[in-house]
């Protein structure tokens, strides 16, 4: 059973620099992209990020680029993502999620957030 | 960056009638669009993926149409548990982008 559960999330102040975490297990982690997926509160989602199965590449949404760095360890089955510079706007329940792409003949193919975990609250404010 | 209009942004419905939900994109996708449902209080879920594809274990009541521009979200017939928010994707390239979501609420 595929399991993903967050962590690093809280009261924050602005500025603040806190690192989410979400363990990965039931499935063969460095085989696979993951993302991070936010939601405001009583707002719709917006896709914050992905990297991809070895951690050679990232992708950002223009809202966080060059303040939030995500990142993963195969080793220890981790996904991240480091947050700077927080704004009142980061204000969200952060979920990370699980995609499912693979290579075949015609080339490279993404199925995005297959699975997700429960998210994490992070609440930046004064 | 591609924009995603959903309509209706909510709408009220009976248990047994059929719903349908719609994404359209700015620009073509080809099928690359998801839909995923979302209870309050809760992660969401995938429904449908590559625009038609059913997500193993997902209820055949919902299916998916669609390629390029226009896509649908269908309930053939609605449940009590599919009552809940239900938001479009496209990942045709980045930045992903959502539907700004659909609300099905009890008539």
């Known amino acids: 059973e595929v399991q993903l559960l967050e962590s690093g999330g809280g009261l924050v102040q602005p500025g603040g620099s806190p690192r989410l975490s979400c363990a990965a297990s039931g499935f063969t982690f460095s085989s696979y992209a993951m993302s991070w997926v936010r939601q405001a509160p009583g707002k719709g989602l917006e896709w914050v990020s992905t990297?991809?199965?070895?951690?050679?590449?990232?992708y950002y949404a223009d809202s966080v680029k060059g303040r939030f760095t995500i990142s993963r360890s195969n080793s220890k089955n981790t996904l991240y993502l480091q947050m700077n510079s927080l704004r009142a706007e980061d204000t969200a329940v952060y979920y990370c999620a699980k995609d499912f792409d693979y290579y075949d003949s015609s080339g490279y193919h993404t199925r995005p957030f297959e699975y997700w975990g429960q998210g994490t609250l992070v609440t930046v404010s004064s | 960056d591609i924009q995603m209009t959903q309509s209706p942004s909510s709408l009220s419905a009976s248990v047994g009638d059929r719903v349908t939900i719609t994404c359209r994109a700015s620009?073509?996708?080809?099928?690359?669009l998801g839909w995923y449902q979302q209870k309050p209080g809760k992660a969401p879920k995938r429904l449908i993926y590559a625009a038609s594809s059913l997500q193993s274990g997902v209820p055949s009541r919902f299916s998916g149409s669609g390629s390029g521009t226009e896509f649908t979200l269908t309930i053939s017939s609605l449940q009590p548990e599919d009552f809940a928010t239900y938001y479009c994707?496209?990942?045709?390239?980045?930045?992903?982008?959502f539907g700004q979501g659909t609300k099905v609420e009890i008539k």
């Open positions: 990297i991809n199965y070895s951690g050679g590449t990232t």
């Open positions: 994707l496209q990942y045709n390239s980045y930045p992903w982008t």
């Open positions: 620009q073509g996708i080809r099928n690359d």
